[in-house]
């Protein structure tokens, strides 16, 4: 079973205060690229320095350090998370979609690590 690749990016999503803060820290020190700013859904996404990677910033009021969480790109969320399901993998809620946007769920690996899964719609 294989529902999770459908291209060649892993996003490395981190919970953070102040995106743009953090987008400029990100930029200046390790060097980074601004993809862009989501300003209505509260996300930022950066290309890291290696190929195939991007780190996302997700604004929290309370963000948890050391809570990263990788979200891989899957062509159909709907076909992908019924996979999962069927192969007993426990969710954070229902899919949450940004018109236009993504969709994205998030579920949890057998030690309770969160992992997400997210269709691009503006393709």
Same mark, same amino acid.
């Given at each position: 079973?294989?529902?999770?690749?459908?291209?060649?990016?892993?996003?490395?999503?981190?919970?953070?205060? !102040?995106?743009?803060?953090?987008? #400029?820290?990100?930029? $200046? @020190?390790? +060097?980074?690229? /601004?993809?862009?700013?989501? !300003?209505?859904?509260?996300?930022? #996404?950066?290309?890291? $320095? @290696?190929? +195939?990677?991007? /780190?996302?910033?997700?604004?929290?009021?309370?963000?948890?350090?050391?809570?990263?969480?990788?979200?891989? +790109?899957?062509?159909?969320?709907?076909?992908?998370?019924?996979?999962?399901?069927?192969?007993?993998?426990?969710?954070?809620?229902?899919?949450?979609?940004?018109?236009?946007?993504?969709?994205?769920?998030?579920?949890?690996?057998?030690?309770?690590?969160?992992?997400?899964?997210?269709?691009?719609?503006?393709?």
């Amino acid at each position: 079973m294989s529902v999770i690749t459908v291209d060649d990016q892993i996003t490395i999503a981190l919970s953070v205060r !102040d995106r743009h803060v953090s987008a #400029e820290w990100y930029q $200046n @020190t390790l +060097g980074f690229q /601004l993809v862009h700013h989501i !300003d209505e859904a509260g996300w930022s #996404e950066l290309q890291t $320095n @290696t190929q +195939g990677v991007a /780190l996302g910033l997700g604004e929290q009021v309370e963000p948890q350090p050391g809570n990263s969480v990788p979200v891989f +790109g899957v062509a159909d969320i709907g076909v992908a998370r019924k996979a999962l399901e069927e192969a007993d993998v426990q969710f954070d809620g229902d899919t949450e979609t940004i018109e236009g946007m993504v969709s994205l769920a998030t579920f949890y690996d057998p030690d309770g690590n969160a992992l997400m899964i997210a269709q691009n719609l503006a393709v």
